[in-house]
């Protein structure tokens, strides 16, 4: 069953303090590996697409990467304004679920001043 | 761009009622997606439509969901006599292509008393 795990589920950074956020997934087939951020109240915001393993994405303080298994989203010197739940899904390439994403159930930042 | 757009923002209403949310995809978008996101989740796919053809239905979809994209452009979700684990946010989101990344609207949250 393809599916989506994110961790951890809430990460809480001081203002400047880099990390990274997971997310592993088990899929028939990588069509692609989506980034979103979700602000309270809102849809998902698009970041990023991956397709295949070694490769990066960057945006401001983002930056997106792909292994066969697993994704990371690192974030460099944080700003309060950053704080958002961040998601990652997948697409199929196989299956009966191809047009569809499957997503994790998020991580959500919290950026301390 | 104007963004896919949602209506109404908020719902509430009794357990037993019918509603119907309406979704407007980004103009030059051929597909069409609607999810279901509840507290702590990420979102769970419904349906989508390419054009005006409905391509593939999660079982999550009952019988008593129906989703119509008359004239591949606008769409409807509908949800006939309302229980109470129908609460939940409904997203839609667009998308030109299979391949490329889908939009997100800001969704409609629906509340059942």
């Known amino acids: 069953e393809d599916q989506v795990t994110q961790s951890p589920e809430a990460l809480r950074l001081q203002e400047g303090e880099s990390s990274s956020l997971n997310c592993s997934y088990t899929v028939s087939g990588l069509r692609g590996l989506f980034w979103y951020r979700q602000d309270p109240g809102k849809g998902p915001e698009f970041l990023f697409t991956l397709y295949s393993a070694g490769e990066e994405k960057e945006k401001e303080r983002l930056k997106a990467t792909l292994t066969k298994k697993e994704s990371f989203l690192h974030i460099t010197a944080p700003k309060p304004e950053d704080s958002a739940t961040y998601l990652c899904?997948?697409?199929?390439?196989?299956?009966?679920?191809?047009?569809?994403?499957?997503f994790g159930k998020g991580t959500k930042l919290s950026v301390k001043p | 761009d104007t963004g896919v757009s949602q209506d109404p923002r908020h719902k509430i209403t009794k357990r037993g009622q019918n509603v119907t949310f309406r979704c407007d995809p980004i103009?030059?978008?051929?597909?069409l997606y609607w999810y279901r996101q509840t507290l702590g989740q990420g979102p769970e796919f419904l349906t989508y439509?390419?054009?005006?053809?409905?391509?593939?239905k999660s079982r999550l979809l009952s019988d008593r969901f129906s989703a119509e994209r008359p004239k591949g452009s606008f769409s409807t979700l509908e949800i006939q006599r309302t229980e109470q684990g129908d609460s939940a946010m409904y997203l839609c989101?667009?998308?030109?292509?299979?391949?490329?990344?889908?939009?997100f609207g800001d969704g409609t949250r629906l509340s059942i008393l």
């Open positions: 989101a667009s998308s030109q292509g299979s391949d490329q990344p889908q939009h």
């Open positions: 439509f390419q054009n005006e053809a409905q391509l593939e």
């Open positions: 103009s030059e978008h051929n597909r």
């Open positions: 899904a997948v697409q199929a390439a196989y299956g009966g679920s191809q047009g569809n994403l499957i």
